[in-house]
């Protein structure tokens, strides 16, 4: 018995050595399921977002990158002769007593319109997000 566990524990010692060897392969293995999310999560926003923009334009493009806490859009508008593309440089979202609140810290546009209105009413104000759209957003986080 004492036989069997000391070659199980060399087994688990050796598993977890190998493990802090491939530090790199660790770090791969993650950012290989984050950007999964990421590209997953995206599509399901382009969908929801899509069907709150009928008659008014779509979206055409949304990539997020949770680790660096950044999403880019372009949105395709009904009367504007160029996409517009919105790049949300940093963002923080917060549950708190079961209240999401998204707060955009930074974002440009490449419209001056669009910039300066993300500027007056969305940079830096606490949007408090739907229950139902709360449950897609944390995976943002």
């Excluded at 790199?24 to 069907?51: E, L, P």
């Excluded at 660096?68 to 009904?78: D, Q």
């Amino acid at each position: 018995m004492i036989a069997g566990t000391i070659v199980q524990a060399r087994t688990v010692d050796q598993k977890s050595t190998r493990a802090a060897e491939c530090p790199v392969v660790a770090a791969t293995v993650r950012d290989f399921f984050r950007k999964s999310k990421d590209v997953t999560s995206a599509v399901a926003a382009r969908v929801t977002v899509n069907r709150k923009l009928q008659g008014i334009g779509q979206m055409t493009e949304l990539s997020l990158d949770t680790k660096r806490k950044r999403i880019l859009l372009r949105l395709e508008l009904v009367g504007e002769a160029e996409p517009i593309q919105i790049d949300i440089i940093r963002y923080n979202l917060e549950t708190k007593a079961g209240v999401t609140q998204l707060t955009v810290e930074e974002a440009t546009a490449s419209r001056p319109w669009v910039a300066a209105a993300l500027q007056e009413f969305i940079v830096g104000e606490r949007l408090f997000v739907p229950k139902k759209a709360a449950a897609i957003l944390k995976l943002l986080t």
